[in-house]
């Protein structure tokens, strides 16, 4: 699963990409300005750390989302193929929104990020219209000359899509049933994505309380409401000084500012949500470790994230809930207070369930 990282130029894009992913852009010689960068950046969990605080394990290992950098986007940058294909490729995005003053970084015009989410997703919204009047023409002539029920029922889909993107509602927001969904993934629309506003604060004393109140500032907060869409803040210069601090020193940092966390972890967590994925755990003396499959997975599923033998062979999951493990202090406690479950192969695995597989292979 991939989230595309977007935004207007100039409003911290590239930078918050590097940060989160630890990846030295400038040093790998791009010489394609719309070639798109991947990187991959560990989840923060502190529930794994808790669990690996008990087991002791000789190693950890976190969840982990890929980002991809795509290109500044903008009417011309939507035109080019290249650029069509990066952005289709990802399964989510992430818009990145300047709302920090600094002399020093050019910007057109005053800063305002709910102008600019609105003129980013009506171009995104044109983009997916002008395929589906393609399509649409296409479809009308094959009609004429065969109707089968498949064609019939794209059709239909089409029509209420392009219904919806001239009344300028982005296809996210747009009710449609799996199959409807499954009907129309080929096109791989822009305006389907699952977004994430991202806010660029200014550096300021009054960081912490500047970060919640951001999306009310900048009238974006109903965007948070919305089917399939998020908002958060972060101030891209105070991230950029905590990927270089080490933990302890990094903590007392983010203490000065009245935050706990940094605003990159809140967003990594929410663009894992906005993706629709959960993580269970299983923990042991050898690893702990976070293991990534989408919601309402079941159990026999789960088992195939590990590994497909485990899946091939599944017979039962000891179940127990990360929160529950670690108040009764053992497996062995657990067992004997009867909170460690045996669930079968259609289980709905619930994010932060610690599982351990029993299979016949």
Not at 75 to 96: G, P, S
Not at 210 to 239: H, I, M, Q
Not at 332 to 342: F, H
Request: glycine letters at 6%; aromatic letters at 6%.
């Amino acid at each position: 699963m991939k989230t595309g990282i977007i935004g207007l130029p100039q409003v911290g894009k590239t930078s918050l990409f590097r940060i989160l992913t630890g990846a030295k852009i400038e040093d790998r010689g791009y010489s394609n300005p719309r070639e798109s960068h991947l990187g991959v950046a560990k989840v923060p969990d502190e529930r794994l750390d808790k669990l690996a605080a008990l087991y002791n394990p000789k190693k950890t290992t976190f969840a982990t989302v890929e980002f991809a950098d795509v290109a500044a986007i903008g009417q011309e940058a939507l035109k080019e193929t290249a650029f069509l294909t990066n952005l289709r490729n990802v399964d989510a995005l992430i818009h990145v929104l300047r709302a920090f003053e600094d002399d020093a970084i050019p910007h057109v015009g005053p800063i305002d990020p709910l102008r600019d989410i609105k003129n980013v997703e009506f171009d995104l919204m044109v983009s997916d219209l002008t395929q589906i009047e393609k399509r649409l023409e296409r479809l009308e002539k094959d009609l004429k000359k065969t109707r089968t029920a498949d064609l019939e029922k794209e059709q239909a889909l089409l029509l209420r899509s392009k219904e919806a993107l001239e009344a300028e509602k982005p296809l996210r927001e747009l009710e449609m049933s799996p199959e409807e969904k499954k009907l129309i993934r080929g096109f791989m629309f822009l305006s389907q994505k699952p977004i994430l506003y991202a806010l660029n604060l200014s550096e300021s004393a009054t960081l912490g309380a500047d970060l919640e109140a951001a999306a009310e500032k900048y009238k974006v907060a109903e965007f948070a409401s919305r089917p399939n869409a998020g908002v958060t803040a972060f101030c891209g210069k105070v991230e950029a000084e905590l990927a270089e601090m080490p933990d302890e020193e990094a903590a007392e940092f983010l203490a000065s500012y009245g935050l706990t966390e940094s605003g990159l972890v809140r967003l990594i967590r929410k663009s894992y949500e906005l993706l629709g994925l959960i993580s269970f755990f299983t923990a042991g003396e050898d690893e702990c470790r976070a293991w990534t499959v989408p919601a309402n997975s079941r159990a026999q599923e789960a088992a195939g994230a590990i590994h497909t033998d485990l899946e091939k062979h599944f017979i039962r999951a000891e179940t127990i809930h990360w929160d529950t493990l670690l108040e009764a202090g053992s497996e062995a406690a657990a067992k004997a207070q009867g909170t460690l479950r045996l669930e079968g192969k259609d289980y709905l695995v619930k994010d932060g369930d610690v599982m351990h597989i029993r299979h016949s292979g």
